[in-house]
């Protein structure tokens, strides 16, 4: 009977290819940088990328602000040494750096002149109605 391998296990926090020195800090510079290009491209207000992810509500896609959770989860798990293996530190890399390009992407002055024409169509649509009812009430009392 063969024996199986009895190699030692080499604890995660232990191996160099686990993750790379200083990783919480990259962690935090990346939601910094990811933070200060929601204000500048989409004016998202708050305190930290946490409170922006919050506030940013449907101004960005599903697929975002999962990977925006994962971020925040991440630093999270990484303050407290005992959790910080559990931190997918790739998938956080390949999703900032998404993100990040995606905001990149972000035209912040067709996002409002988008904002604009959307309500002024719908400040005219409104007052179409307005005028399409006072016009039938006007006919219905006999004044047309």
Known sequence: MRRKDLSPIVAPWRDESYAPEGTLMDMQARAERLATLMEERL??????????????GR???????????ALI????????PKLAP????????NGTAKVEKWLLDVDPWDRRRGVAVE???????????????????????GFL
């Open 59 to 69: 101004r960005v896609p599903r697929w975002v602000r999962r990977e925006l959770d």
């Open 119 to 141: 309500w002024g169509a719908g400040l005219a649509f409104n007052l179409l109605v307005v005028v399409a009812i006072l016009i039938a009430l006007l006919g219905w009392r």
């Open 73 to 80: 989860e991440g630093m999270k798990l990484a303050e407290n």
């Open 43 to 56: 004016d998202i207000r708050g305190l930290g990328l946490a409170a922006k992810t919050r506030r940013s």
């Open 86 to 93: 559990r931190v997918d530190y790739q998938r956080i890399e």
